[in-house]
């Protein structure tokens, strides 16, 4: 079964950058769509971005569309979430989730990595 690991969350101010990293145990991470999707105290998950395994097209919600960028790294076989200028709002679990598409109900999960933006 496919295990996805992420890597990078942590506490940022307001207006910083993290770079979240999600990669494969034992597969290879090009065959799969790969989503980041993210969770706060209360509310619901929320799908924040995906790449296909196609063509690498890519999809944003508005609220990070222009600040995240989601990118894949074959040769370390991870897939990178790029959040530029953060806001506190950004503060959730965030998640890695892979499938055959980009859906809102991805297959396989990572453990998640909480992202704080407080200042």
């Known amino acids: 079964q496919l295990q996805l690991v992420e890597f990078g969350g942590g506490l940022v101010q307001p207006g910083g950058s993290l770079r979240l990293s999600c990669a494969a145990i034992r597969f290879t991470l090009d065959y799969y769509a790969i989503g980041w999707f993210r969770q706060a105290p209360g509310k619901e998950r929320e799908r924040v971005s995906c790449?296909?395994?196609?063509?690498?097209?890519?999809y944003y919600a508005d609220s990070v569309k222009g600040r995240f960028t989601i990118s894949r790294d074959n040769a370390k076989n991870t897939v990178t979430l790029r959040m530029n200028s953060l806001k506190p709002e950004d503060t959730a679990v965030y998640y890695c989730?892979?499938?055959?598409?980009?859906?809102?109900?991805?297959?396989?999960w990572g453990q998640g990595t909480q992202v704080t933006v407080s200042s």
């Open positions: 790449i296909s395994s196609s063509d690498d097209s890519t």
């Open positions: 989730a892979a499938d055959s598409l980009c859906i809102a109900t991805m297959t396989y």
